[in-house]
């Protein structure tokens, strides 16, 4: 497989050092996965790697030569281990053993990786896997601060099962967040520069008493994801966020609210120069009339709740659109297309991303999405089955040949 010619890491060189765990088949996958989005792969193997897996798979992925022996030249000429890491833009190891995090730590080079790991001068991601006990270990902690201290990132493994049998924390991070920390990292083409955008996500709260709220299912993944890869791209952003688990994207202005209304005002408050709305929020329709400022006490009897309609912030924002471009997203039970439609045509869009609810089990917290494009001239587009963050580039790779180009 060849590097693409596009994407968000065309252009980028990645050394991917792959050492000696289970985990090192899932680096074949990464591998994979950032030659997709542009980048040109140069895997190193370590000995130990090679007991788990062969420099073959990765050089059938790159298409360039798999580095394994200290002295390895496939250009001649150059000295490739220190030629190629002094022209990287990136140093990603995965799986990352306790081993080579603490050679990296402690200045020892005595094979490929870890001499590279004293050469670059280019960003340094480290995705350790492990031994529940190994990654607790003291020394090995010790040794990540130091390196996270000196600048290196470092992708947390996950909690299960791992390979030993044993349960704990010392999995490889799932492969999308690597990739996420490698887009953070190197991921700025700047091909968004100029766009200022505003992004709504998650659900906004609606209280009732004191200790109680209406709310949904939204965990705010889709919004963060369009909020984090804007800012990768260059774009100004400003995320308008209700509560959800997530860590603010970096280099987005964040704005926290709880209820529609405060997310309305927020908007509002943050539309001066703002080229460019989202709203990927879900944003409550309804509003409890009257909030109680105790805790209502329970009785036998039959209870209701009077309810009043919030404002519909992406219809007002579309009343008053101007040159601004503007995009909703349409959770639907049933009639998807019919219902998007409406809602384009009535809030005034220039698009609408909807997505069936019911059909696609894990939209509402899930990673994955399937959606429809409807656009205001009424074309419609069927877009694959998709992980949010990739369906976070394909909106903005849409609206920036589409819509952006020409338009501001
Ligand atoms: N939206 C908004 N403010 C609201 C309600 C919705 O900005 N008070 C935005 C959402 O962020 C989304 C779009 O409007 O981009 C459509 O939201 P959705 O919940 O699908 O539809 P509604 O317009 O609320 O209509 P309904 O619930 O009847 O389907």
């Known amino acids: 497989m060849n590097a693409k010619t596009e994407g968000p890491l065309y252009g980028k060189r990645i050394i991917l050092g792959v050492t000696g765990s289970i985990a090192a088949y899932k680096a074949a996958d990464l591998a994979s996965k950032l030659t997709q989005l542009g980048a040109q792969v140069y895997a190193v193997l370590t000995k130990n790697a090679c007991e788990f897996i062969t420099p073959l798979t990765f050089r059938s992925i790159t298409a360039t030569p798999v580095l394994t022996g200290l002295f390895d030249e496939p250009d001649t000429g150059k000295i490739a281990h220190v030629d190629i890491p002094a022209n990287a833009d990136l140093l990603l190891i995965t799986p990352a053993t306790a081993n ?80 996420d920390e490698v887009l953070a990292a190197i991921g700025a083409n700047n091909d968004l520069a100029g766009m200022n955008l505003l992004v709504t996500a998650g659900p906004t709260r609606e209280p009732i008493d004191a200790v109680r709220f209406l709310s949904n299912y939204s965990s705010g993944k889709m919004g963060y994801a369009i909020a984090e890869a804007a800012a990768g791209r260059g774009a100004k952003v400003t995320l308008v966020s209700g509560p959800t688990e997530l860590a603010a994207p970096s280099g987005v202005n964040c704005v926290e609210i709880q209820t529609a209304k405060e997310m309305l005002d927020a908007v509002n408050q943050n539309l001066d120069g703002v080229n460019t709305v989202i709203c990927a929020a879900a944003v409550a329709d309804f509003s409890p009339v009257v909030t109680k400022e105790h805790k209502i006490k329970k009785n036998k009897q039959p209870w209701s709740l009077e309810l009043a309609p919030t404002i519909d912030i992406l219809k007002n924002l579309g009343a008053d659109k101007g040159k601004r471009i503007l995009i909703g997203f349409a959770a639907e039970t ?21 997505n069936e609810v019911f059909k696609e089990e894990t939209v509402f917290g899930g990673d994955m999405n399937k959606v429809t494009i409807i656009t205001s001239n009424g074309s419609m587009q069927d877009w694959p089955r998709m992980s949010k963050r990739e369906l976070a580039g394909k909106i903005l790779d849409l609206i920036k040949e589409n819509y952006w180009e020409g338009k501001i």
């Open 100 to 179: 080579i995090i603490g050679k990296i730590a402690h200045g020892i080079a005595d094979d490929w990786l870890s001499t590279a790991a004293m050469v670059v001068t280019c960003p340094v991601i480290i995705a350790p896997a492990m031994n529940c006990n190994m990654y607790a270990n003291k020394v090995v902690s010790g040794n990540i601060e130091r390196l996270k201290e000196l600048g290196h990132r470092f992708v947390e493994p996950g909690t299960g099962r791992l390979a030993c049998g044993t349960e704990g924390v010392g999995r490889l991070a799932d492969l999308d967040k690597i990739i």
């Open 334 to 354: 049933e009639d998807l297309v019919e219902n998007a439609i409406i809602k384009v045509r009535e809030k005034n869009l220039d698009f609408i991303v909807a």
